[in-house]
């Protein structure tokens, strides 16, 4: 795997506090789908979910804080 993009990192940060991909996508500037496609793109590079989505909520998994917290 890549090394992890700073820009990634933070979008990962700000939808585990925000928990919504709107509310982070908006504190790092980005559109929601941009962010949504980022996180996809590194969950899939994992091999692991970072977040559980419901058709109002996303949660952190465990993975999830984990990297949220080093961020």
Request: aromatic share 4%; no cysteine.
């Amino acid at each position: 795997m890549k090394k992890l993009d700073l820009d990634v990192l933070a979008m990962v940060v700000a939808v585990a506090e925000s928990g919504s991909f709107a509310q982070g996508a908006q504190a790092v500037h980005r559109s929601p789908s941009a962010v949504s496609m980022q996180i996809k793109a590194l969950e899939d590079a994992l091999g692991k979910p970072l977040f559980i989505r419901d058709t109002r909520n996303v949660t952190a998994t465990d993975d999830g804080r984990v990297l949220a917290e080093y961020g």
